[in-house]
């Protein structure tokens, strides 16, 4: 199974990810992640590291280069879950061809679709558990007392509007790309996240 999920910054990719992840037993596989990890081992270049704190998008050819390294881990075997890549048509159409090049393809693009006045009040307040990966909102879904938590640098009010926008320059392109394969299934990504999970699951032709 190769599923990507697309959606705008704060729409539930990881949080949705990390559910179907465990119903299907494939990795999450998702880019941002992989540079945050980086950046905390310190081994990512500064250039990208300034391009993702200010909300930008980190250049196609890295991103590419990641994943095509990562997707011949042992683990993706019988498959992955993609959040957050592609971002841009080149890294879709690159996509592509690795695939192809390993004799694999896309089963379904799942768009999480959430406007963007909810947005930027689900990403102000999110917060990560360090230590589990665990993702909370102070309001919608509060962290347990002994979380260690983290605040993402890319979550504060003035970088959250520059990846609003990146999305909406560079990301929405996806859609009309993916439609027309035949592979886009829209996901009303608005109500509980486990409302959103069983959204999701029909959208793959899943029970729950
Ligand atoms: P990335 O980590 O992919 O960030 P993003 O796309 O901006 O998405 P987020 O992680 O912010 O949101 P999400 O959709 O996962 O939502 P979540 O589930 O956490 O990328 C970060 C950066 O890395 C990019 O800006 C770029 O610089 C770089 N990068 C990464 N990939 C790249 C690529 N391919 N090319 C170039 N650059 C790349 O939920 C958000 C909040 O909402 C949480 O608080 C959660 O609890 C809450 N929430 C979730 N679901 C619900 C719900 N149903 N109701 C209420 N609240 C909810
Ligand atoms: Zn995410």
């Known amino acids: ?3 990507i999920l697309v959606g705008p910054p704060g729409s539930g990719k990881g949080t949705q990810a990390k559910v179907l992840c465990g119903k299907f037993g494939v990795p999450q596989i998702s880019t941002g992640d992989m540079l945050r990890a980086a950046k905390a081992a310190g081994t990512l270049d500064p250039r990208y590291r300034a391009i993702m704190d200010a909300g930008g998008l ?8 990641l994943i095509d390294k990562r997707i011949d881990d042992a683990d993706c075997k019988n498959g992955f879950l993609l959040d957050g890549f592609p971002r841009t048509v ?7 061809r690795l695939l192809a090049g390993r004799g694999l393809a896309i089963d379904a693009v799942l768009q999480l679709d959430v406007a963007r006045s909810l947005l930027e009040e689900r ?3 999110r917060r990560t558990d360090k230590r589990s990966g ?15 938590l983290e605040h993402r640098a890319d979550d ?6 520059k990846r609003l926008d990146a999305y909406e320059a560079m990301t929405a392109a996806l859609l009309p790309y993916y439609e027309a394969k035949g592979l886009l299934r829209r996901v ?3 109500g509980k996240p486990e409302e959103v999970t069983a959204r999701v699951l029909g959208a793959l032709g899943r029970a729950q």
């Open 1 to 3: 199974m190769i599923v």
């Open 58 to 65: 980190v250049p196609d050819e890295a991103m590419i280069e």
């Open 90 to 96: 080149p890294q879709a159409e690159a996509l592509e």
């Open 123 to 125: 990403l102000i307040h």
């Open 134 to 148: 665990q993702i909370y909102h102070l309001v919608y879904n509060p962290p347990p007392p002994d979380a260690e």
């Open 156 to 161: 504060r009010p003035e970088a959250v509007g």
């Open 188 to 190: 009303d990504g608005v």
